[in-house]
């Protein structure tokens, strides 16, 4: 994998407050080689690590995207909700930003089904089906539409399991990264001090409750994937 330059400032992240732990005394002690100093009673990631690894990230997702490869986008706190949103619509990822449901993946075959209903109540909608329908009728598809909306719209275009999962926080999305691990799909996760580094297959020590932090990660492996994929467009 070739290493490319990403324009990854250490100022930028630090006025991001990347490098904002949680309380010393909630840490995992195997984040100790990513922690660079104690403050006020929190850990201060080493931003020099974080820099390494994001920059090994957007390789990794560049050569992927280069190379057609699929990318699902996973973060379902409130706060990231739009931040996850708008970084996988601008880089043509697909995301879950409100609920994992419990075997998203590794029931494959059962998401497939509720997608194929979600696409035809959607067409449906759109030709006007459902208001030719009983009052009664039509109302509870349409509550079932919103459901779906809700739950599978960032992933509705999806027809088989992602290449890549990225993670926005691995405490939050844990049944997702777990999922991830027995299918032997490749996961980039953000790690705050007190999350284990040794789960994902690129873990990048961070923020992840900050906002700014979560955007500047994003954003640089969103920008990594546009330009894969435009370099995969111009040789198809």
Known sequence: ???RYWNINLEEMMEAGVHFGHGTRKWNPKMAPYISAKRKGIHITNLTRTARFLSEAC????DA????KQFLIVGTKNKEADSVAWAAIRAGCHYVNKKWLGGMLTNWSTTET???KFRDLRTEQKIGGL???PKRDAAMLKRQLSHLQTYLGGIKYMTRLPDIVIIVDQHEEYTALQECITLG???ICLIDTNCDPDLADISIPANDDAISSIRLILNKLVFAICEGRSGYNRNP
């Open 185 to 187: 799909i490749p996961t």
């Open 114 to 116: 509720r997608l194929h």
């Open 59 to 62: 390789d990794l997702v560049f």
């Open 1 to 3: 994998m070739t290493r």
């Open 65 to 68: 995207a280069s190379r057609g």
């Open 131 to 133: 208001n030719r329908l």
